[in-house]
C-alpha cells in the first residue's frame, strides 16, 4: 500500500477511532504504530506470570462505554469480540483508621453509607446529586462538540433550562472552583472532602488548582450511576476490535511502523516517510495524535511550521508522571476494612493535605512520601483474567510523581536516575498498601513497575510519564487545548489534522476527538472544496 487516501499516525483509542470514522466513510486508510502493538495506552498483557492479565495503562472504559463512537458502532464492536464488565461498587477511599467510604451503584445504598458516616455530608450529597444533573444537560453537549462551536450556544441554553434549580452562576462558580473549594462546600468531614479531591489528581488538578471541582463532580456520580466498566478479557480487546473495523473495508493497521517525517509540498502534507525509508502520499490528508510539541519538534521540518503553530508547541505545559506498578496476587488484598474487596477503584491519600503536598512535591522534582495510590482490582470483577479462581491481579496507579527525581521527600533516594529508583520506590508504594491491608505483601506472587520514564520509552505520548498527554488546567482545556490557535482539529498545515488527549477533550478513553477530527478532515479536504481552491 504505497498511496492511500488518509494515514493515520497512532494506534491509539482515538487514532483507531478517526481511522474507523473514515473507513466508514468509504475512504482507504492506513495506521501506521511505532509499538510492536496496538492501542496506545489502551494495552493488556500478561506482564507478570502466565494467566495473569493485566491492563498496562487505562483500566476504566466508562468514558468509551458513554460515547457517541460506542452507541454507533456498539453491535459490530461486540461481534469482534468486545465485551464489558461492570462492578456495582465502583469507587471507595480508605483510611488510616480502617474506616472507608464506599460507593454503590444502588443509590439508596449509597445514601446510606453517607448517612451513617455524617448526616451533613449525606445532605451534601443529595445536593451534589442536583447539581450533577444540572451541570451535564450543559456540559455534555459542549464535552462532544469541537470548541469554539455552536455547542456553547447549546449549553447557554441548557443554563435557561435549569435556572430555577442551579442557578447559572453557581454552574460558572463550580467550573472555577478547585477540588478543595468544592468538597468545602458540600462536605464537613475530612474522609468526604478526600473522597472528591482523590478524583481530580487522575488528572492534574491538585486541590487547590482553580477549575479542579469539574471533574470530580462528573465522576463522584457519574460512576455512582453508571458503574465502573472494564474490558473483558484485558482492555487490548478494545483496540483489536477496533482495527478489524477498519481492516474489514479495506484499511490496513500496521505496528512496528515508526513514522520519522511528514512531507510537505510547500502547501500541504503530502504523505509520511518511515524509520526503514518508505515514503507512503495521502491523497487527502494526515491525521496525528501525537502531542504537539512532539509533532512540531519531531515529525515536521522546520520550515514547514508557520510561526503560531511553533509558538504553540513551544508553550505546550505537560503536567507531573505517573508511576504504575502491576501484581499478581495469591489471594484477595486483605483489607482492614473487608467492605473493599469488590470495589473497583480504591483511593489511598489519604487526606486533601496530602494531595496537596504530593502535588507540589512532584512538580518541584521530589519523590513523594505519602502519593495517592489508585489501587484497581480487575480480577474482582473479571475472573478471566487469572489462572485460577482464588487469585486475583492489582492495577496501581500512583498519582502523582517527578519525571526526574531531584530529591526525595521519604530520605531513601536522592538525585539519582528513574532506572536506579524504580523498585525501591515501588516498595514504598506497596508498604503503603500494607498499611491499609496487613498482610498485602504476603500475597504477591509476581510484580512489574513502570516508572515515568519506562511510560514515555514504551509510548512517547506520554511526555515525562504524564499519562494524560499534557496539562489540563484552565489554559490549557476546553478552547485552548493544545491552543486557541489550533484548536477544533486543523493545523496551519494543509492537509495536516491532529487528534488524541492533548485535543480537547482532553484525556481518557472517550473516543471524541478522533471522530470529530476525522469530521473535520472530510469536511476540509473534500474534493469540491479543493477544487474551489485551485479555482481561487
Excluded at 450533577?132 to 435557561?160: E, M, N
Excluded at 515514503?279 to 520550515?303: D, F, W
Excluded at 496530602?354 to 507540589?360: E, F, I, M, S
Aim: net charge negative; with cysteine.
Amino acid at each position: 500500500m504505497s498511496d492511500v487516501d488518509v494515514i493515520v499516525i497512532g494506534s491509539g483509542p482515538q487514532g483507531l477511532a478517526a481511522a474507523t470514522s473514515l473507513a466508514c466513510e468509504g475512504l482507504t486508510v492506513l495506521v501506521l504504530e511505532k509499538a510492536d502493538h496496538l492501542g496506545g495506552a489502551v494495552v493488556s498483557a500478561e506482564a507478570t506470570l502466565p494467566g495473569f492479565v493485566h491492563d498496562l495503562y487505562a483500566m476504566s472504559m466508562n468514558l468509551f462505554v458513554g460515547s457517541a463512537f460506542y452507541e454507533k458502532h456498539r453491535v459490530e464492536l461486540q461481534e469482534n469480540g468486545l465485551e464489558f464488565v461492570v462492578s456495582a461498587h465502583p469507587y471507595a477511599s480508605a483510611f488510616p483508621d480502617g474506616t472507608s467510604l464506599k460507593v454503590s451503584t444502588d443509590e439508596g445504598d449509597t445514601l446510606k453509607m453517607w448517612r451513617a458516616h455524617s448526616s451533613a455530608d449525606a445532605e451534601g450529597w443529595q445536593r451534589l446529586g442536583q447539581l450533577y444533573d444540572d451541570f451535564t444537560q450543559v456540559y455534555f453537549p459542549v464535552y462532544s462538540s469541537p470548541l469554539p462551536s455552536k455547542s456553547i450556544a447549546s449549553a447557554f441554553r441548557g443554563l435557561w433550562k435549569v435556572r430555577a434549580t442551579t442557578p447559572p452562576a453557581q454552574l460558572l462558580q463550580l467550573v472555577l472552583s478547585s477540588t478543595r473549594s468544592f468538597g468545602d462546600r458540600y462536605f464537613t468531614t475530612p474522609e468526604a472532602k478526600s473522597l472528591a479531591a482523590a478524583w481530580g489528581m487522575h488528572l492534574d488538578f491538585a486541590p487547590d488548582i482553580a477549575s479542579g471541582a469539574l471533574f470530580p463532580l462528573l465522576e463522584l456520580y457519574g460512576n455512582m450511576r453508571s458503574g465502573m466498566s472494564i474490558v473483558k478479557g484485558g482492555a487490548g480487546k478494545l483496540p483489536a476490535a477496533m482495527a478489524r473495523m477498519i481492516e474489514v473495508r479495506g484499511g490496513e493497521v500496521r505496528v512496528g511502523a515508526e513514522v520519522v517525517q511528514i512531507q510537505t509540498d510547500g502547501r500541504k502534507a503530502t504523505g509520511v516517510q518511515l524509520s526503514n525509508g518508505e515514503v507512503i502520499r495521502a491523497q487527502r490528508g494526515i491525521l496525528t495524535t501525537t502531542p504537539l510539541p512532539n509533532l512540531v519538534n519531531s515529525l515536521l521540518s522546520k520550515q514547514s511550521v508557520p510561526s503560531k503553530m511553533a509558538e504553540a508547541a513551544r508553550t505546550y505545559g505537560f503536567g507531573p508522571g505517573t508511576f504504575m506498578i502491576h501484581l499478581a496476587l495469591k489471594g484477595p488484598i486483605p483489607w482492614l476494612d473487608q467492605e473493599l474487596s469488590d470495589v473497583c477503584y480504591v483511593h489511598l491519600a489519604p487526606y486533601v493535605d496530602d494531595l496537596a503536598r504530593t502535588y507540589q512535591q512532584a512538580v518541584a522534582g521530589i519523590l513523594p512520601d505519602e502519593p495517592l495510590v489508585v489501587v484497581g482490582q480487575p480480577s474482582v470483577i473479571d475472573p478471566s483474567r487469572v489462572p485460577n479462581p482464588n487469585q486475583h491481579t492489582a492495577w496501581l496507579e500512583v498519582r502523582a510523581v517527578p519525571s526526574e527525581i531531584l530529591g526525595d521527600a521519604g530520605g531513601d533516594l536522592s538525585e539519582i536516575s528513574w532506572d536506579e529508583a524504580r523498585d525501591i520506590f515501588a516498595e514504598r508504594i506497596i508498604d503503603k498498601i500494607e498499611r491499609y491491608a496487613p498482610g498485602f505483601r504476603e500475597q504477591i506472587l509476581a510484580q512489574v513497575a513502570f516508572s515515568p520514564v519506562d511510560l514515555e520509552r514504551v509510548n512517547p505520548n506520554l511526555v515525562g510519564g504524564d499519562s494524560v498527554s499534557g496539562s489540563h488546567h484552565q489554559q490549557q482545556l476546553f478552547g485552548f487545548r493544545p491552543s486557541w490557535s489550533l484548536n477544533r482539529y486543523a493545523t496551519p498545515v494543509n492537509g495536516l489534522f491532529i487528534a488524541g488527549a492533548g485535543t480537547w477533550p482532553g484525556a481518557g478513553v472517550n473516543c471524541v476527538s478522533g471522530p470529530l477530527a476525522a469530521e473535520r478532515l472530510l469536511r476540509d479536504t473534500h474534493p469540491s472544496k479543493r477544487a474551489f481552491r485551485r479555482s481561487r
